[in-house]
């Protein structure tokens, strides 16, 4: 099984709402990623956990909060959202973090609108 | 500072014929350099990785070369088919230990 699961596929949510995304991989990786992605654009990287371990946040708002409650799921809620926020949020795996030689495995993504 | 650029926006080629993607790199000494494919509204998938060593890598009528010299990397798609249609990326690992993406191209195959 090569397959990264995200849930929702779409969330629309309001700037008070609280939510969060789910990303789940049975391929037994041990490094997870969060990306964010705008339209035209290249994902831009926003979390990295290695060992279930935040190893990388790249200074992103704490209106994003991730967890890794186990080594095959990797959340991340939402709080308190603004417009700009809108984008693809992608999940992704790999068998080791920092680590160029692996390949990571994109989840489908989350199409999130911030109303 | 450091860059990555993918040569251009978008390709447009007849089918049949072999597509050329370039990315070229500033600043950075990569080990690793990795191709993406990215389909509308999904997440990239993996391609190719090509090591510095390695000038030359192919898996299927896909093939990349790497030149640490000239600091870029060339994607070739031969027999190019309408289903190639996507957006390709390119990605290099910086010293931080991330995955640095391209802007992509976003390649169309007409029939």
């Known amino acids: 099984d090569t397959e990264v699961t995200q849930t929702p596929k779409h969330l629309v949510m309001g700037m008070t709402n609280k939510k969060s995304l789910k990303c789940e991989q049975h391929m037994g990786h041990r490094a997870m990623y969060w990306y964010k992605q705008k339209a035209k654009k290249p994902p831009e990287l926003m979390f990295v956990y290695s060992y279930e371990k935040l190893s990388i946040n790249e200074s992103v708002p704490s209106r994003f909060s991730p967890e890794c409650p186990n080594s095959s799921l990797l959340n991340l809620h939402l709080h308190a959202l603004q417009p700009e926020d809108s984008a693809l949020y992608l999940c992704?795996?790999?068998?080791?973090?920092?680590?160029?030689?692996?390949?990571?495995?994109f989840g489908p993504g989350t199409r999130l609108t911030v109303t | 500072s450091q860059k990555i650029e993918q040569n251009s926006e978008a390709l447009n080629i007849q089918e049949g014929k072999t597509a050329t993607l370039t990315c070229n790199y500033t600043?950075?000494?990569?080990?690793?350099l990795q191709w993406y494919r990215q389909d509308p509204g999904r997440g990239p998938v993996f391609l190719l990785l090509i090591r510095e060593n390695e000038k030359e890598k192919r898996k299927e009528r896909l093939k990349v070369t790497f030149d640490t010299t000239l600091k870029q990397s060339l994607f070739h798609i031969t027999a190019s088919q309408p289903a190639d249609s996507a957006t390709y990326l390119c990605?290099?690992?910086?010293?931080?230990?991330?995955?640095?993406f391209g802007q992509g191209t976003e390649l169309s195959v007409k029939p």
């Open positions: 992704a795996s790999s068998r080791s973090a920092h680590d160029g030689t692996y390949e990571q495995y």
């Open positions: 990605a290099l690992y910086n010293q931080g230990g991330k995955l640095i």
């Open positions: 600043n950075y000494s990569p080990a690793y």
